[in-house]
Each structure stands twice: as structure tokens, then as C-alpha cells.
């Protein structure tokens, strides 16, 4: 079945941020929780995984709206990748009320930024957007009916 999912890397901290993200949206981690970078396999030819990075985040995916998936990685820079969190991408969300579009706004600026407060636009939405604690955008776009 297709369907559309964002990912996101992190420099180290995603564990952190996706127990933010649960805390927020609720449900639990799919696919048994949790992968580490230690449950990777050994592999003939592959240099061993530096231990400071034995515990970081390999994958781990949240349901959040809509049946739409969160997944998101550690990126160690002894794996080659270097983050760079930019204004390149949003996750746009669509709730189902003013409600629960009030309770994540509030929820996921905390301790970030607000780029647009929350407000009824001209195209009969009620809109804004905030980037979180951890860089992340989000937009909201609640279509009232």
C-alpha cells in the first residue's frame, strides 16, 4: 500500500525528540519500537561501529495524523553525515478540529519559535506555523467546514 512518510535525521539526539513527539501525538512506536545502530548485523568488510555510537538511534517510526508515519535516525558523524537543519522542508498537519489544532500548536512551539500564529486566513483556514525545539516546521492548516 503507498503511502507518504516523513523522515528525519538528527544529530544525535532523536531518541530524544521522538519521546517529545509521543508525548504530543500519543500512540506508540511501530515496527517493535526502537532499532538501535548495535542490532546491525556484522558484515564482512564493514569497519566496526565506534562504541559512542552503539546506542543511537538506527530507526524508529511514529503514527502521528491521518495514518501519516514519523521516522526519524541519529546521523553519527562517524558514519559520514553531518546535519544540517534547515527551512527546506515543513510537516504539514491538518487536525481534525480548532481544538486539537490549538493543543499541538501550543504543544510543539514550546521552547521553539512561532513563525505564524494561529489565525483564520483568507482561504478559510485556520493557519500557522512554528518551527520546535529541535529545529523541526510544522504547519497546521485546519479547513473549517
Known amino acids: ?3 507518504v512518510s516523513t523522515y528525519l535525521n538528527f ?14 501525538f500519543g500512540g506508540e ?12 548485523p556484522a558484515a564482512d568488510g564493514m569497519p566496526p561501529l565506534a562504541e559512542e555510537d552503539q546506542d543511537l538511534v538506527m ?3 511514529l503514527p502521528i495524523l491521518g495514518g501519516h508515519l514519523l521516522m526519524g ?13 534547515g527551512n527546506n522542508m515543513y510537516i504539514s498537519l491538518e487536525p481534525d478540529s480548532k481544538v486539537e489544532t490549538d493543543r ?10 512561532v513563525e505564524t500564529e494561529l489565525q483564520d486566513m ?22 473549517q467546514r
Open 1 to 3: 500500500m503507498a503511502r
Open 11 to 24: 544529530p544525535r539526539n532523536t531518541e530524544e525528540a521522538f519521546v517529545f513527539y509521543k508525548s504530543v
Open 29 to 40: 512506536f511501530s515496527r517493535g519500537g526502537v532499532a538501535r545502530f548495535s542490532d546491525i
Open 59 to 61: 530507526h524508529v517510526e
Open 73 to 85: 535516525t541519529d546521523a553519527p558523524e562517524s558514519m559520514g553525515f553531518s546535519v544540517n537543519p
Open 104 to 113: 499541538l500548536f501550543k504543544a510543539l512551539s514550546a521552547g521553539g519559535s
Open 122 to 143: 483568507f482561504w478559510g483556514s485556520y493557519y500557522g506555523a512554528c518551527t520546535d525545539r529541535f529545529g523541526i516546521r510544522w504547519m497546521f492548516n485546519f479547513e
